[in-house]
């Protein structure tokens, strides 16, 4: 648990992340029942990028602030309310501040969502439960993201989201742990949808996180992946991705969209980064 996510806050994988959980909840929003929103690592809800911590990487100046530095000129819808529903947090919380996963899950929420968020750690558990005091249709729970995921799936409305984005401490022992979790809560859910964050580091562990994904007999498997350095950089973080288990329908088509909006916009070298969607397995 020394993860803290005050050092990446607003990073290009940040960025794409919360596109692309924008463009998640949306699309699940076609139907006017009230859905069921987990967020299993939550983090604090609102990092302020002045902090030493933030200042100490500086991930976010070739992230947030690198995307915004040029006019967002045919942007995909996602991403423009990405950028409106940052301007409104820091209109709120301060313009250095940059927010979270929860609170991007719950300002593209509705009136009849529900919002539930976990987080291990008691001092970023405070944080998030602080924020959102008062807000009736937000849970803040400090526990365990799979004991959470176990206590909540399914849900009674039968319809929803499970947001996984862990810290990935140790990589390798991460991609194992989290297949087979992800695996077990599948069984449990089968219809709800999962999007897992993972980092491109390393290829070996890459494919075969891949691999073992295949091999979990989940049909419903798209991958959406930016580099923002080539495969195969000498670098700590060179891509971010997301696997999305039984993504909505037209979820892939604007994912793609998305991506391919986001990779020269945020790309170490021009031309050098990559952008793809493909499905892992499919059964349609
Ligand atoms: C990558 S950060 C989350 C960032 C957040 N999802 C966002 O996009 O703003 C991972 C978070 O998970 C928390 N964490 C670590 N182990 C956990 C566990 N077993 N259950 C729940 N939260 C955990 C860490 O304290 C950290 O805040």
Request: hydrophobic share 40%.
């Amino acid at each position: 648990m020394n993860y803290r996510h005050a050092y990446h806050a607003g990073n290009f994988a940040d960025v794409v992340k919360h596109v692309l959980l924008i463009e998640l909840v949306t699309q699940l929003q076609n139907k006017d029942k009230g859905l069921a929103l987990i967020d299993a690592y939550a983090g604090r809800g609102i990092y302020n990028l002045g902090s030493e911590q933030a200042r100490k990487t500086a991930e976010a100046d070739s992230g947030v602030t690198k995307l915004l530095s040029a006019p967002l000129t045919d942007a995909p819808e996602a991403v423009e309310k990405y950028a409106a529903l940052l301007a409104a947090c820091r209109a709120q919380h301060g313009q250095k501040t940059y927010p979270g996963s929860p609170w991007f899950m719950l300002e593209a929420s509705r009136e009849q969502d529900q919002v539930q968020a976990f987080e291990k750690h008691p001092e970023e558990h405070s944080y998030l439960h602080y924020l959102f005091e008062g807000v009736n249709r937000v849970g803040v729970h400090q526990r365990d993201a799979w004991e959470g995921i176990g206590a909540m799936t399914p849900p009674p409305t039968k319809r929803g989201l499970v947001f996984i984005d862990p810290p990935f401490e140790s990589e390798h022992r991460d991609f194992t742990a989290l297949v087979e979790r992800v695996t077990a809560a599948h069984k449990r859910w089968s219809t709800g949808v999962y999007a897992l964050w993972y980092p491109i580091k390393n290829t070996e562990a890459h494919v075969l996180f891949e691999k073992k994904m295949r091999r979990t007999g989940i049909a419903n498997l798209l991958l959406v992946e930016l580099g923002a350095y080539p495969k195969d950089s000498p670098m700590g973080l060179s891509g971010t991705g997301l696997v999305v288990i039984n993504p909505p329908w037209k979820f892939s088509d604007a994912a793609d969209k998305i991506v391919q909006y986001l990779k020269p916009r945020l790309e170490a070298i021009p031309g050098q980064g990559y952008a793809s969607v493909r499905w892992l397995k499919s059964d349609g």
